[in-house]
């Protein structure tokens, strides 16, 4: 979904949020039909082209008995999913952990691109779906030797992760970027390979479960990963609330989480090679013949897609509307921690937020179900430009407000309040687009379409808050305090202060530059673009559709 959790900052699945959003971007399975969308309507248009497409042999089947039957199938989909939120919550808690170690916002732009390949997973998802060794099964292909990799990165990690935060000239930002990137890389391959396999693991009759196991799943994958590995791993939260005797430590740290997670995920995949037969006979289940895309077919088809002018224009629109919200979405989180708000106590704000996230995406469904789903989008943009706005100022106030015991009780309310608020906005628009896409996306090539256009909305917010992260050091002010002739501009200038007896002061924070100069690039966007990208509802069907398609 979003790059939008400043609670546990993730910048890419943005899976996902803890909640049904969490499904946003896995449309990854190329050939066919989106099965992850949080919105209704859209699992229901999904689920009639899958079952439309077989019709005739639905008149001819024995019907199972319901999802009990195929109950084991749901489960295994769902633990596959369970996994791949793990490296992506970990990923989205390595941020708040180098914020702690005091590294620059540049450090952290640049460990920002590890939330990048689930956004662009669809450049090799034709891969994943036309390259296997059909003796093995088509998705086991992929999704074996990617969670083998999965599990011996992570218990490679679990060995070198201590040394690469503590090393002595501060954390090895490029390493750990070029590790948890690889991670990520292999957890948006599963999952290319597991929305795949969920088609045919399901029948037809139970195919919509695979949604639900998705969000579900990948929820609590990131949970597990992100909210309990950071509460677990926080000596202070574990001394407050689960220990008698204070220790320096907290239960877990993030070698042994790495250790356990990295033979979790050997031992299981070890046994779905073994004993999971791809496309079994199911009882009562006929079984499905996948419709098989080649490589450069799709690729052709992806590029005669977005040379269409509506989809073109579209798409610049959803690559530039997300500009605005980029500070309040990349950087608010990191100006909490720095301004001494325990990490952990930000990650768990996130879970009074999931019954939240459940329903938003059910209430605000109703209001897009016309045909001007982007009128809601539209509506929602000005709030949520005012509420970063609103972060902005909770950021200013968050050191005024701390006391010796940390933060009161209040205060955590006020960011709990700001946070719901922004998340009512967020859904708004992404269940309008997500409502969009559904809509204008031509039935022949549902899947394919749906894929594209959830890809670009995703990169829409991935590019602002790496560049966001990026701008924060260039644009503060800093000035020597009690050293004459010296300045800070530079890390080797502000060691010569410190040298002179100096300090260096933060005269204006780069964070407040760019929470204005956002805020009025959006509302220059909402006044001149936004009107643009309602009137392409105003677009006939045929515009929409992919003349080679036909």
Not at 165 to 185: D, I, Y
Not at 367 to 393: C, E, H, N, Q, S
Request: glycine share 8%; proline share 5%.
């Amino acid at each position: 979904m979003e790059n939008s959790d400043f609670m546990t900052h993730k910048n890419g699945r943005q899976r996902k949020v803890a909640g049904v959003a969490l499904s946003s971007d896995s449309m990854t399975d190329m050939d066919r039909v989106e099965m992850s969308s949080p919105d209704p309507e859209l699992e229901e248009e999904a689920e009639g082209l899958i079952r439309g497409s077989d019709s005739e042999d639905r008149r001819h089947r024995v019907r199972p008995a319901g999802v009990r039957g195929e109950l084991g199938n749901v489960l295994l989909l769902l633990f596959l999913y369970v996994l791949q939120g793990i490296p992506l919550g970990l990923a989205g808690s390595i941020p708040l952990i180098l914020q702690s170690k005091s590294v620059s916002y540049k450090d952290q732009a640049f460990f920002s691109f590890v939330f990048w390949p689930f956004s662009l997973k669809l450049l090799w998802a034709p891969l994943v779906d036309a390259l296997y060794f059909s003796r093995f099964g088509r998705r086991k292909s992929w999704l074996v030797p990617t969670q083998y990799l999965l599990g011996l990165f992570m218990l490679y990690l679990s060995v070198t992760v201590n040394s690469l935060l503590q090393s002595e000239g501060g954390p090895k930002v490029v390493t750990l970027t070029a590790v948890f990137f690889m991670l990520a890389f292999l957890a948006a391959t599963q999952d290319i390979a597991v929305d795949g396999w969920a088609l045919t693991m399901l029948s037809r009759e139970n195919v919509g479960y695979a949604s639900t196991c998705n969000s579900v799943g990948q929820t609590a994958g990131y949970f597990l990963g992100n909210v309990l590995f950071l509460a677990l791993e926080s000596a202070d939260f574990c001394n407050k609330y689960l220990r008698t005797q204070p220790q320096d430590t907290g239960i877990v740290t993030l070698s042994d989480f790495l250790f356990f997670w990295g033979i979790v995920f050997l031992v299981s995949t070890t046994l779905v090679a073994i004993m999971k037969k791809e496309n079994e006979q199911g009882k009562g289940k006929k079984k499905v013949q996948e419709e098989t895309q080649g490589v450069m077919a799709t690729y052709k088809l992806l590029f005669n897609i977005i040379k269409m002018p509506t989809v073109f224009t579209f798409c610049a629109l959803l690559l530039t509307a997300k500009i605005g919200f980029s500070a309040a979405d990349a950087v608010t989180g990191l100006k909490l921690v720095e301004a001494g708000v325990p990490k952990e106590q930000l990650a768990l704000l996130a879970v009074p937020m999931v019954p939240l996230q459940i329903l938003l995406p059910v209430i605000i469904s109703k209001y897009t179900a016309g045909p001007r789903p982007l009128d809601v989008f539209y509506k929602a943009f000005p709030f949520r430009l005012l509420i970063g706005l609103g972060y902005a100022l909770l950021v200013w106030l968050t050191p005024s407000l701390k006391q010796d015991g940390g933060f009161p009780v209040y205060y955590y309310g006020i960011v709990l309040i700001s946070y719901a608020l922004h998340q009512v906005t967020l859904y708004s628009m992404y269940v309008a687009c997500m409502a969009f896409h559904a809509k204008v996306s031509d039935p022949l090539i549902g899947g394919t379409y749906m894929t594209l256009l959830n890809t670009v909305t995703n990169l829409g917010g991935n590019w602002p808050s790496t560049l966001a992260l990026w701008m924060v050091d260039p644009l503060t002010s800093k000035e020597c305090q009690g050293a004459t002739g010296q300045s800070c501009g530079s890390p080797e200038e502000a060691g010569l202060c410190v040298k002179e007896g100096g300090a260096c002061v933060t005269t204006l924070d780069g964070y407040y530059v760019e929470s204005v100069v956002c805020v009025v690039i959006g509302l220059v966007w909402w006044v001149w673009l936004g009107k643009k990208m309602r009137r392409l509802q105003e677009q006939s069907p045929a515009a929409w559709r992919c003349t080679s398609s036909h």
